[in-house]
């Protein structure tokens, strides 16, 4: 039986990989609800370039990570389809990892999260995932929830303010936390952008004063890269194939081992 997919995303800026990310997803998503909080950069000229009927698309402006909070309830309230698929203006699926997603949906399965490179400098490097590494579904790594059987989760609603939102049911208990033998964890990867260029405007566009941009050395990508970054893309959109700076790569081996040490400290 076909389990029909809703995909949430709330774009600010994110001009250099909402495109990929676009693509990545619209065959595999029976419907996108996709919404602007404000950007100046050509993150709307992306978004309107796409003439889907799946993509539902609107505005507004938030000032508050309160206010996001409140968005993604008011998405969760438009949805009608049996799964909701939370994605992020700068993460890229390949065709490998949601070929997994899809082996996944059933009516027995509550939810699935994905495991992420943490790209750094280029899609060719990313973090270790030693750093940074969620503890989630009795594993550890760099994953996150991103699909929610809407079925398993009678009053689904969202809790908190960004960063810190959390998906929880109409007990308020956290949707993973508990019959965890029910959700899935992804063998294969997406590709996460958080830590690159996201908007033409700058690398250190801050969202809500969270500055993003990294610079370490990272370890080697091994897996096949997403077939969309070969796509031919928009003038203001930087090869998303192009390797890291000579500059780059001198700075992250000055900053890596003092980063490194930092943690072991800390």
Not at 5 to 28: F, G
Not at 32 to 44: A, K, R
Not at 131 to 154: C, D, M, S, W
Request: hydrophobic residues 35%.
């Amino acid at each position: 039986m076909k389990q029909s997919i809703t995909a949430h995303i709330v774009v600010k800026n994110e001009d250099q990989w909402l495109y990929y990310a676009l693509h990545s997803i619209l065959p595999h998503a029976d419907q996108i609800l996709l919404c602007d909080t404000g950007s100046s950069d050509h993150t709307l000229d992306i978004i309107r370039s796409f003439s889907s009927p799946k993509i539902k698309f609107s505005q507004t402006n938030i000032s508050s990570p309160d206010e996001l909070t409140t968005l993604r309830k008011e998405q969760i309230k438009l949805t009608n389809t049996p799964w909701l698929w939370v994605v992020d203006g700068d993460e890229i699926y390949p065709e490998d990892t949601i070929a997994e997603i899809k082996s996944y949906l059933t009516d027995d399965c509550h939810g699935i999260a994905v495991r992420r490179y943490d790209l750094l400098g280029d899609v060719y490097h990313r973090q270790v995932e030693t750093v940074g590494e969620y503890q989630l579904l009795g594993q550890k790594g760099h994953l996150v929830t991103r699909l929610i059987n809407l079925r398993a989760f009678p009053g689904l609603h969202v809790a908190r303010p960004y960063p810190l939102e959390a998906y929880l049911d109409n007990k308020d208990r956290v949707i993973h936390s508990y019959d965890i033998s029910k959700w899935k964890v992804t063998h294969s990867y997406l590709y996460h952008a958080m830590y690159l260029k996201r908007s033409s405007l700058g690398s250190r566009l801050p969202m809500f004063n969270r500055s993003k941009y990294k610079i370490e050395t990272g370890i080697p990508v091994t897996s096949p890269l997403p077939s969309v970054f070969s796509l031919s893309r928009p003038s203001y959109v930087s090869d998303p194939l192009a390797h890291r700076s000579l500059t780059y790569e001198l700075l992250a081996h000055v900053i890596t081992p003092i980063k490194k040490l930092k943690r072991k400290i800390v």
